[in-house]
């Protein structure tokens, strides 16, 4: 089809730091519209109509703000959306909205999490008596028990990503040294940064984390019992059980309404080494056995060690902490689709959290869209409930009897090309998707027609929520 005006319907301001991801996005505009002008750098005073489809620090957020009452200028970014991307503001999201919603599937779905504000590892002996009590009553409650039924859980940095700090502990004991480390690490920081110019590549290095740098955490339970597959081919080694988390690609659009979109084609990525049951004391070896990030990982097993979620169908499965509880089992093809269903329902809650959380940490604009990557593990019910435990009638995870799906995180600003060379064809349907479900009908509705030219089929984006935000119509 052509176009009924003779000048480009719009201008196009690309530009990521990934050549990769900014190259897809290229050819996707252009095979649509081959005579928008597509800029590596904002022009001034900026051509309108105009797509900002830019990394978040190379916008101009100014004029998406002045621009947000109008039709004539599309943002790849919200500009604040605290309390999705960071970890203690959605922490914060979720309790306000569990306090209204107390059946909402998020009371099972995100595992209980504690907000930590700590610069020195001595000030904890003023939070075991305030912040985090009942955290430690629990700590203090397994004292004695047997390894087996112990609790852990997991330290973040609350600002931190690419696995830089986060470390696993069972007592109060293991996380004082955890802090008193951070310290450490923080005193010889001049002797460190002569080290990096010679990078190791342990696991241990790359999660080094400065408290200096450093002020806001989160501890989050450790979720037991997460499902377990080989990411390796059946024929190449024996079963061999590995920890994943799943990576879910959804967009946000708009806020008039908020339109929440999930890209079918879910990642599953794999820690390095063979699950273990954590035991203390955590060295680096057993950590590497539950740190699913791939920027972990060396470039020779990225490859191996990142699945689509569909290729989970027909492998054998089994359940952390004594999987033969469950017994080696066959992921079936009605188990994917439960997951990916599971995760939808999980994102949708969630963003009706940060909605419901109120305008001061999240604000979406009706000139916006936003990619944004989630983790999501997926478990087996525990063999006993409790009050803060899954319960399997509960929400998302009530959709098939074996599965559980829970949140970990929202990432702004994904590093896409952890996928690996050997799944770019997912990156490149989630661009499609977003071009053909956001950008095309933002420049439809500018009166400019229908594109120039037909864009590739694509596995489409799927809309897992619609919803409307206070102060906008």
């Known amino acids: 089809m052509s176009s009924s005006s003779s000048s480009p319907p719009f201008t196009a301001f690309v530009r990521f730091?990934?050549?990769?991801?900014?190259?897809?996005?290229?050819?996707?505009?252009?095979?649509?519209?081959?005579?928008?002008?597509?800029?590596?750098?904002?022009?001034?005073?900026?051509?309108?109509?105009?797509?900002q489809f830019a990394d978040y620090d190379l916008l101009d957020h100014s004029l998406t703000l002045d621009h947000a009452g109008a039709h004539d200028l599309l943002a790849s970014s919200y500009v604040i959306r605290k309390s999705l991307i960071r970890k203690h503001y959605l922490a914060s999201a979720v309790a306000?909205?569990?306090?209204?919603?107390?059946?909402?599937?998020?009371?099972?779905?995100?595992?209980?999490?504690?907000?930590?504000?700590?610069?020195?590892?001595?000030?904890?002996?003023?939070?075991?008596?305030?912040?985090?009590?009942?955290?430690?009553?629990?700590?203090?409650?397994?004292?004695?028990?047997?390894?087996?039924?112990?609790?852990?859980?997991?330290?973040?940095?609350g600002m931190a990503d690419k696995g830089?700090?986060?470390?696993?502990?069972?007592?109060?004991?293991?996380?004082?040294?955890?802090?008193?480390e951070f310290e450490e690490d923080s005193e010889d920081e001049d002797e460190d940064d002569k080290e990096a110019a010679q990078p190791e590549e342990t696991s241990e290095e790359s999660t080094k984390v400065s408290m200096q740098q450093m002020r806001h955490f989160v501890i989050q339970e450790y979720v037991p019992h997460p499902?377990?597959?080989?990411?390796?081919?059946?024929?190449?080694?024996?079963?061999?059980?590995?920890?994943?988390?799943?990576r879910?690609?959804?967009?946000?659009?708009?806020?008039?309404?908020?339109?929440l979109y999930l890209h079918p084609r879910l990642l599953c990525l794999f820690a390095p080494e063979p699950f273990s049951a954590p035991s203390a004391p955590m060295g680096e070896q057993?950590?590497?056995?539950?740190?699913?990030?791939?920027?972990?990982?060396?470039?020779?097993?990225?490859?191996?060690?990142?699945?689509?979620?569909?290729?989970?169908?027909?492998?054998?499965?089994?359940?952390?902490?004594?999987?033969?509880?469950?017994?080696?089992?066959?992921?079936?093809?009605?188990?994917?689709?439960?997951?990916r269903s599971g995760v939808g329902e999980v994102l949708a809650e969630t963003w009706r959290a940060a909605v419901s959380a109120g305008q001061v940490h999240f604000q979406p604009l009706p000139n916006a869209f936003e990619l944004f990557g989630c983790d999501l593990l997926v478990?087996?019910?525990?063999?006993?409930?409790?009050?803060?435990t899954n319960d399997p009638s509960n929400g998302a995870n009530s959709g098939s009897s074996?599965?559980?799906?829970?949140?970990?995180?929202?990432?702004?600003?994904?590093?896409?090309?952890?996928?690996?060379?050997?799944?770019?064809?997912?990156?490149?349907?989630?661009?499609?998707?977003?071009?053909?479900d956001v950008v095309l009908p933002w420049a439809k509705a500018l009166g400019v027609g229908e594109p120039e030219k037909e864009g590739r089929a694509t596995n489409g984006l799927i809309q897992i929520l619609e919803l409307g935000v206070r102060g906008h119509s």
């Open 96 to 157: 306000h909205y569990l306090a209204k919603h107390p059946d909402s599937l998020l009371a099972t779905a995100v595992p209980r999490t504690w907000a930590v504000e700590i610069r020195f590892a001595d000030e904890l002996e003023e939070m075991w008596a305030d912040d985090l009590w009942d955290l430690g009553q629990e700590m203090d409650e397994q004292e004695g028990k047997e390894e087996a039924g112990r609790a852990w859980w997991i330290l973040k940095p």
């Open 17 to 51: 730091p990934s050549a990769f991801l900014t190259a897809l996005i290229t050819a996707s505009l252009r095979r649509r519209f081959p005579s928008v002008p597509i800029l590596p750098s904002l022009p001034s005073p900026p051509p309108l109509p105009l797509l």
């Open 227 to 246: 499902l377990l597959l080989d990411p390796l081919p059946p024929s190449s080694r024996p079963f061999t059980p590995h920890k994943f988390h799943i």
């Open 248 to 259: 879910a690609y959804c967009i946000s659009h708009g806020a008039s309404p908020l339109t």
């Open 286 to 339: 057993q950590l590497s056995a539950h740190l699913t990030n791939t920027c972990l990982q060396r470039e020779e097993t990225k490859e191996r060690f990142v699945l689509e979620l569909g290729e989970l169908a027909g492998r054998a499965c089994v359940a952390g902490e004594g999987g033969d509880r469950m017994g080696r089992e066959v992921i079936a093809a009605e188990d994917v689709e439960s997951i």
């Open 402 to 436: 074996k599965f559980r799906i829970h949140l970990l995180e929202v990432n702004a600003c994904p590093d896409v090309e952890q996928t690996g060379v050997r799944l770019n064809g997912v990156i490149d349907d989630l661009v499609e998707g977003i071009v053909q």
């Open 379 to 388: 478990s087996l019910p525990c063999p006993s409930a409790s009050s803060h």
């Open 164 to 180: 830089q700090g986060i470390r696993m502990f069972s007592s109060k004991a293991e996380l004082e040294e955890i802090f008193e």
